[in-house]
Antibody, heavy 120, light 110 residues
Framework: EVELVESGGGLVQPGGSLRLSCVASGFNFRKYDMHWVRQVTGKGLEWVSGIGTAGDTKYPGSVKDRFTISRENAKNSVYLQLNSLRVGDTAVYYC??????????????WGQGTTVTVSS | QSALTQPASVSGSPGQSVTISCTGTSSDVGDYNLVSWYQKYSGKAPKVIIYEVTERPSGVSNRFSGSKSGNTASLTISGLQPEDEADYYCCSYASSVTLVFGGGTKVTVL
């Protein structure tokens, strides 16, 4: 069964850091592009990072220089390092996989999400 | 990069059809056939129902269909059913930010 399981969320103070992890199973991880998408409570979805099979990374301007996505194929894992966190970064963070091998632009499999709360 | 523009809500009676629009610019929706649509229930993970404007993943009901004209993509739900009541998000490749979502549309089945 194809599955993505996120972990690492929690409560952190403004300015703090957190590292989210996503472990994949049931598919050939190294052949899939991976993403992180977040949803602030009551708001819409926001794409926050993507990483290709070759390790190339992409970010929107809202998180560039604060968030870093990485992958470790040997552990079937993708990570999101969150730095300089702001109250506005409070959200559920989802890990997602490309719909097909080497397909970056459609997110076909999603985890259940991990909650990040930034508050003093 | 602004989010793509979707209506906040649409509604319809069972059996009717509803259409959700997703308006972008010539730098995203208008220039690339890389629009996808996601269905999301509260507290659940999103699910892709349309990709590359018109394609349906395996297992997705053929009551869902997608199209595009100029800078606006559309999702049509035909034969509306109670289980279609959910939030729907469009997403497009955008040359400046790679991927951008719409603000989401709540579909209500009357």
């Amino acid at each position: 069964e194809v599955e993505l399981v996120e972990s690492g969320g929690g409560l952190v103070q403004p300015g703090g850091s957190l590292r989210l992890s996503c472990v994949a199973s049931g598919f050939n991880f190294r052949k899939y592009d991976m993403h992180w998408v977040r949803q602030v409570t009551g708001k819409g979805l926001e794409w926050v990072s993507g990483i290709g099979t070759a390790g190339d990374t992409k970010y929107p301007g809202s998180v560039k220089d604060r968030f870093t996505i990485s992958r470790e194929n040997a552990k079937n894992s993708v990570y999101l390092q969150l730095n300089s966190l702001r109250v506005g970064d409070t959200a559920v963070y989802y890990c997602a996989r490309g719909l097909r091998e080497f397909n970056f632009y459609t997110m076909g499999v999603w985890g259940q999400g991990t909650t990040v709360t930034v508050s003093s | 990069q602004s989010a793509l523009t979707q209506p906040a809500s649409v509604s319809g009676s069972p059996g009717q059809s509803v259409t959700i629009s997703c308006t972008g610019t010539s730098s995203d929706v208008g220039d690339y056939n890389l629009v996808s649509w996601y269905q999301k229930y509260s507290g659940k993970a999103p699910k892709v129902i349309i990709y590359e404007v018109t394609e349906r993943p395996s297992g997705v009901s053929n009551r869902f269909s997608g199209s595009k004209s100029g800078n606006t993509a559309s999702l049509t739900i035909s034969g509306l059913q109670p289980e279609d009541e959910a939030d729907y998000y469009c997403c497009s490749y955008a040359s400046s930010v790679t991927l951008v979502f719409g603000g989401g549309t709540k579909v209500t089945v009357l």
